[in-house]
């Protein structure tokens, strides 16, 4: 049993195992989970109700979810007084699934994330984020149906790893004045008013990132692993993590992907046409095409042609970005699910890739799907698709009757809008 130092043990309901690499649930899992800062709450309360609902109809009371509640952000600060308690780390890493709202981080001081440090502690080193349309969801762009993606963004390295210091500190001084006189550094614009941050980009970290991806597409049938990066300026983190990926991906999986590495060799030895049919006849195998591209033209591209694009490989930031912009064109933020996972060890923190949306805190208003939407990725993840299935088509099903939230209510014609609590009755009333 976990030892914790402060939290109440969980009263009830079976741990969550893995035995030779394969997940055990219970048919009554303890689950962890985190209600999250600013509109947390409300978003957790109707969320949660949604899930209950759904594994009880899917199951009709065979399974049940026993929740167990540990804390970071403001909830943890105001009873434990720290912003993310030992016991939560412990409590995750013993029942290995769990579920979170989103946690506040101040910018320019202050502490730093605890969604980033519950992250880089688990080692949860890859961050899924599907991205797809549903039916009836107001968009900005002509074609949101076109958009279905999923990213695989690195949860453990680059900028985010934290590894700055502040203008003006003794530490910035020091790190500059390594680099200009031990390093030959002639670059920095402006030495005297600099901050500096590091980014570490591993092979290791890319590889285990890259994998996961291809395996993900080679379960789920995709066409096609695209590595985003901005290699052409960044040579030596985003620039191999590219070169990284390829190698991987023609190592691990040479009879069953086709590169454009491949490609450009072909073209070389045999022209365009050799090529062009390679890529074709790899193809037509149900091979995964691996290709890459710099970040930049991607953000046009998924503007431009989101059709060329299906399961997405890229650094922490690039992410990041990635995640909010494709997240806005299947209809925005308030649907866009996601899971930060590791998986060699099973664990996995599933939580929605938007924030807090302070302004909303306490008005019961916000949109829950995107948590909703995480916590059907957590009951696939767990092999309850019976449930995961139910809630989609319930929340499919509410959508197109027009009953929505507010940020759907004010782009559609003939919404009635609902508020959170409402909505996840709705979904209730549909499943
Ligand atoms: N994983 C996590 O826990 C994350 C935490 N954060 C943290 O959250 C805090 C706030 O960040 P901020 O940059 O404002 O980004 P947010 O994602 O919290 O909010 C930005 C805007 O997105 C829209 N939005 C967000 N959530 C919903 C929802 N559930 N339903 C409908 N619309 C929604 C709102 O748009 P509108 O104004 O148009 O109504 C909102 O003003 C920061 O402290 C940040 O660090 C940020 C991202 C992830
Ligand atoms: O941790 C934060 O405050 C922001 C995290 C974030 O934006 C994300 O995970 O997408
Ligand atoms: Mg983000």
């Given at each position: 049993m976990a030892q914790f130092e402060k939290f109440p043990q969980p009263t009830e309901g079976e741990k969550v195992t893995l035995v030779n690499g394969k997940l055990q649930v219970p048919d009554n899992p303890i689950i962890p989970f985190i209600e999250g800062d600013g509109t947390g709450p409300d978003i957790w309360r109707a969320s949660r109700r949604v899930f209950d609902a759904a594994v009880e109809k899917a199951y009709g009371g065979r399974r049940k979810i026993a929740w167990y509640e540990v804390f970071a952000g403001e909830k943890a600060f105001n009873t434990y007084g720290e912003w993310l308690p030992a016991d939560t780390l412990t409590a995750i890493k013993e029942y290995i699934i769990a579920i979170k709202g989103p946690l506040t981080t101040p910018v320019g001081g202050g502490i730093?994330?605890?969604?980033?440090?519950?992250?880089?502690?688990?080692?949860?080193?890859?961050?899924?984020?599907?991205?797809?349309?549903?039916?009836?969801?107001?968009?900005?762009?002509?074609?949101?149906?076109?958009?279905?993606?999923?990213?695989?963004?690195e949860n453990s390295e680059d900028i985010y790893a934290g590894i700055e210091w502040a203008e003006g500190s003794p530490e910035v001084k020091k790190v500059i004045q390594f680099l200009r006189e031990e390093m030959g550094v002639k670059k920095i614009r402006f030495p005297e008013t600099s901050g500096i941050g590091i980014k570490p980009v591993s092979k290791e970290g890319t590889e285990r990132l890259v994998r996961a991806a291809i395996e993900y597409a080679l379960k789920q049938k995709r066409k096609s692993v695209t590595l985003v990066h901005k290699g052409n300026i960044m040579k030596f983190t985003e620039g191999a993590f590219k070169n990284w990926g390829y190698e991987l991906a023609e190592r691990e999986y040479s009879d069953k992907v086709f590169t454009w590495q491949q490609y450009d060799r072909i073209k070389e030895q045999h022209g365009q046409r050799a090529a062009d049919d390679a890529q074709k006849e790899a193809e037509a195998n149900g091979k995964i095409i691996i290709k890459d591209v710099i970040?930049?033209?991607?953000?046009?591209?998924?503007?431009?042609?989101?059709?060329?694009?299906?399961?997405?490989?890229?650094?922490?930031?690039?992410?990041?970005?990635?995640?909010?912009?494709?997240?806005?064109?299947?209809?925005?933020?308030?649907?866009?699910p996601g899971a930060n996972i590791n998986y060699e060890t099973g664990h996995a923190v599933f939580e929605a890739t938007h924030g807090t949306a302070p302004k909303y805190a306490n008005l019961d208003k916000v949109n829950p799907g995107s948590v909703i939407l995480s916590g059907v990725m957590m009951l696939e993840y767990m092999g309850w698709q019976e449930a995961a299935d139910a809630i989609v088509n319930a929340m499919e099903k509410t959508i197109e009757q027009k009953t929505v939230t507010y940020d759907f209510a004010r782009l559609m014609e003939g919404a009635t809008e609902v508020k959170c609590s409402e909505f996840a009755s709705k979904i209730i009333e549909n499943l």
């Open positions: 730093r994330s605890l969604n980033v440090a519950l992250r880089q502690e688990l080692d949860l080193y890859v961050c899924q984020r599907p991205v797809r349309y549903f039916n009836g969801v107001p968009s900005p762009v002509k074609h949101p149906e076109l958009v279905d993606m999923v990213i695989f963004r970040a930049d033209a991607f953000l046009q591209q998924i503007l431009t042609r989101p059709k060329e694009y299906d399961v997405i490989a890229t650094l922490n930031l690039n992410g990041d970005y990635i995640s909010d912009a494709l997240a806005a064109q299947v209809g925005g933020i308030g649907i866009a």
